[in-house]
């Protein structure tokens, strides 16, 4: 017996994006290695940075800071940033998204894993367990002397 409620779907069934979204977004999209001399308007730029509001974020935060780099002195001064093989794309580009994370924002402040306060930490805790196990093992001589000694019953009553 044969029912569309036991069948595996395809895999494209499975997706919220239909074949030409798909195809847009990940199968055919490349890396631009030319550009238009056409300029880019700031109501476009407007609306690429809308979007980078969209995706999901560290508690509710987008620490993303954009800078758009469109005249042609910016771009001679960005050419040297670049790898070598990035800068003639980047000089002939008819903007530049310089894209940088905010790290603080107003009294909040974002966390970032610092190695040398890791250690300090990994050296606290182990110098805590040394000090827990000699203590532990103090106690267990004194009750282990005491036992031997006749001082504790080595049953309840």
Request: hydrophobic residues 40%; contains cysteine; aromatic residues 4%.
């Amino acid at each position: 017996m044969t029912s569309s409620a036991t069948e595996t779907p395809c895999s494209e069934d499975l997706l919220a994006l239909d074949a030409a979204a798909q195809e847009l977004l990940f199968t055919v999209a490349r890396t631009a290695n030319t550009f238009s001399a056409e300029p880019v308007s700031d109501e476009q730029l407007r609306a690429i940075t809308s979007l980078a509001k969209w995706p999901p974020t560290m508690a509710n935060t987008n620490p993303l800071r954009i800078l758009f780099v469109r005249t042609r002195e910016g771009n001679d001064r960005l050419g040297p940033l670049m790898s070598e093989g990035n800068r003639a794309k980047t000089k002939s580009a008819p903007a530049v998204a310089v894209l940088a994370a905010q790290r603080r924002n107003g009294r909040e402040v974002r966390y970032t894993v610092q190695p040398e306060r890791l250690e300090a930490a990994a050296r606290a805790m182990t110098a805590a367990a040394a000090q827990w196990n000699a203590r532990l093992h103090a106690i267990k001589r004194i009750a282990e002397a005491e036992y031997r000694d006749g001082q504790l019953d080595d049953h309840a009553e």
